[in-house]
């Protein structure tokens, strides 16, 4: 993708007078978009793109996307849909009421551009210097700049709705193969976890919070496959099942015993070197 900075236009009218009407008493992406204006510009991020290519989503935006999608601890699916049904996001951003949105796959790869291009901080770099701009930031305060903070914990988010959605589907696939089976051994929990989407609910705020949900994830899989590998083996086949054990191999650890982990974002594999791998 290539990346030709543009004017960044104002607010449509439509979205301006719809946003006014349906927050009179204002809304935090209003205010910081009236106060603050966009917090960036195309032109910040000319260094991560190629001058040829295909046109690249406005950087600008997905910046700002990604500290309000940290904001609200939202994955990529729920801020991509948030871009295309709420009002205050297409305002502050500047779009038409009408505008689609993009795939969410675009924000991981906004972020993997930032990383290849030793750009973390740059983003609340850019919010600190525009505060300090407005007096809003005392000269001698203490702020904390560290953006690497905020990719990482969408990135564990992310893992959050891999996993879950991974299990989500191996059940799926094993109601329909085998329904009266799959009742007859599953526990109660798994279906209020697994029965919607993980992109309809919120997503557990705080680290520890998060890990005891990945734990618990982990925990779930592990079991599942070894049901399956004691009393239906042709099962562990099946396609969705064949991922499970893949993402697990990739996402947890298991000593010798059995207590799960949950890995850090640091000590990931590259995805493709366990392609061919299985937990059992």
Do not use: C
Not at 32 to 45: H, K, P
Not at 170 to 188: D, K
Not at 230 to 237: A, D, H, N, T, V
Request: aromatic share 8%; glycine share 4%; hydrophobic share 45%.
């Amino acid at each position: 993708m290539s990346l030709k900075p543009s004017v960044i236009e104002p607010v449509p009218e439509q979205t301006a007078r719809v946003a006014r009407a349906a927050f009179p008493k204002g809304n935090l992406y209003i205010s910081i978009r009236d106060q603050l204006g966009t917090l960036f510009e195309d032109a910040d991020f000319t260094t991560l793109y190629p001058k040829r290519g295909q046109p690249a989503f406005a950087p600008w935006r997905l910046a700002l996307i990604t500290i309000m999608q940290f904001l609200e601890n939202l994955s990529d699916r729920q801020a991509s849909d948030a871009v295309r049904s709420r009002i205050d996001w297409k305002y502050a951003l500047s779009l038409e009421l009408t505008d689609a949105g993009f795939d969410h796959s675009v924000l991981s790869n906004f972020r993997e551009r930032l990383a290849a291009g030793e750009q973390p901080a740059l983003l609340l770099d850019q919010v600190i210097e525009l505060l300090k701009e407005k007096n809003l930031l005392k000269v001698r305060g203490k702020q904390r700049t560290d953006s690497t903070h905020v990719l990482a914990a969408i990135r564990v988010m992310n893992r959050l709705e891999l996993v879950t959605e991974t299990m989500r589907a191996a059940l799926n696939e094993l109601a329909v193969v085998s329904p009266i089976w799959l009742s007859s051994i599953a526990l109660p929990e798994w279906f209020t976890r697994y029965s919607a989407r993980i992109e309809d609910t919120r997503l557990p705020r705080g680290e520890q919070a998060r890990e005891e949900f990945a734990r618990q994830v982990g925990e779930d899989g592990f079991q599942l496959v070894a049901i399956l590998l004691k009393q239906q083996p042709e099962l562990l086949k099946l396609e969705a099942v064949q991922t499970l054990q893949k993402v697990w191999q990739r996402h947890y650890t298991r000593n010798e015993s059995g207590e799960i982990g949950w890995r850090k974002n640091a000590l990931l594999s590259r995805a493709a070197t366990l392609l061919n791998h299985r937990m059992i």
